[in-house]
């Protein structure tokens, strides 16, 4: 494939712009892109082989885990833990985190946050799901073991962060604070490979994601914003577009490439918002503010949020800047009213 340049390759060439690296890092995001390969298999049988459906059980959020789930979750923590370049990972899944006491990870730098399978209730109707990922260099000694503290951290101090999206293709979108860069896994060689190089999210854009079946208990500046969203457009004589799949990492990655804004308010039901600081909100803030955009909890920079628990939850609004900042003057003038 003259001219195609793998994940591998390119991180391998990237590492070598920072004399320093050790290829620590390089070697963790390839590993994640070997666990990506693996689950992607598996997304792509799913219907055909007994891995549909629910387990029975439930997470520690209390949500219904499905068979993928625990696949998706079980293959990325064994990579994490065979690659050496982690010392534990926080997951979704699981209630505490894990740390890798192997001697292949005894010195590892890395701890990683993770959302194995985002969206997985979406996997039984064959809707675009997605893998979120974020990694921390540790912050406590490195003889010994994790500890909160090392995941405990704000999202500005992400080493790296990305996500796959399992779609009508599978891509894998990562930054390392040096750009946002997508490659798509071409089946025939089992490649990651560059398809969308420094990728930048449109400063504006005509489209809004939002569970509007929440409406009636969004603050005042939300409904708004909402409101603004439905009225015609002078200079397009269009409304803008309501997208919502229902898969954060499906409904950010389509408004990354075309412009629009993801907006999960908090709710009744979620009175600090639905969606997870630590592997989901931080990781696609990092993403999506370092190709251009914006992301906030309506106040601050979600990166600025110090995380307290692992499964915090936050508010949040990201994506194109003009659209997040337009969203959050709705909200200055709600909070009058
Ligand atoms: P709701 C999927 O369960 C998820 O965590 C995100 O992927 C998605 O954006 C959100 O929840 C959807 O939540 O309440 O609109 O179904």
New binding site residues.
């Given amino acids: 494939m003259i001219g195609v340049e793998t994940l591998d390759e390119f991180v391998i060439r990237k590492q070598t712009e920072f004399p320093y690296a050790r290829g620590d890092l390089s070697r963790l995001l390839r590993d994640i892109g070997l666990a990506a390969k693996i689950v992607n298999r598996e997304v792509n049988k799913a219907g055909l082989v007994d891995i549909l459906g629910s387990t029975g059980k439930t997470n520690v959020q209390g949500?219904e885990v499905k068979k993928l789930d625990v696949f998706a979750n079980r293959r990325f923590i064994a990579a994490l833990e065979l690659g050496g370049q982690c010392r534990g990972v926080a997951s979704e899944e699981n209630k505490d985190f894990i740390t890798f006491r192997d001697g292949v990870s005894k010195d590892a730098d890395y701890v990683v946050a993770l959302d194995p399978l985002?969206?997985?209730?979406?996997i039984d109707v064959n809707v675009s799901v997605?893998t979120i990922f974020s990694i921390y260099r540790r912050v406590t000694p490195s003889e010994g073991p994790v500890t909160a503290e090392d995941f405990l951290q704000k999202g500005r101090n992400q080493a790296a962060a990305g996500y796959i999206i399992y779609g009508s293709s599978t891509m894998l979108v990562y930054t390392t604070g040096y750009g946002v860069n997508g490659f798509t896994l071409d089946p025939s060689i089992g490649e990651f490979c560059l398809s969308h190089p420094d990728m930048k999210i449109p400063k504006t854009g005509k489209t809004y994601s939002v569970?509007q079946?929440?409406f009636l208990s969004f603050p005042e500046g939300v409904k708004q914003f909402i409101r603004h969203c439905k009225e015609i457009d002078k200079a397009t004589d269009r409304p803008y577009s309501l997208r919502?799949?229902?898969?954060?990492?499906a409904?950010i990655h389509r408004n990354l490439i075309t412009g629009g804004i993801?907006l999960?308010p908090a709710t009744t039901d979620?009175p600090n918002g639905?969606?997870r600081l630590l592997y989901?909100c931080n990781p696609m803030s990092f993403i999506v503010e370092q190709a251009g955009g914006r992301a906030t909890d309506g106040s601050r920079h979600i990166q600025d949020i110090e995380p307290r628990e692992l499964h915090q939850r936050t508010p949040i609004f990201i994506g194109s800047e003009l659209l997040v900042l337009k969203l959050e003057e709705f909200l200055r003038e709600g909070a009058g009213s």
Avoid: P, Q, R, T
């Fill in positions: 949500e985002d969206g997985s209730s979406n997605g569970n079946g929440n919502y799949i229902g898969s954060m990492v409904d993801f999960y979620a639905k969606l989901e």
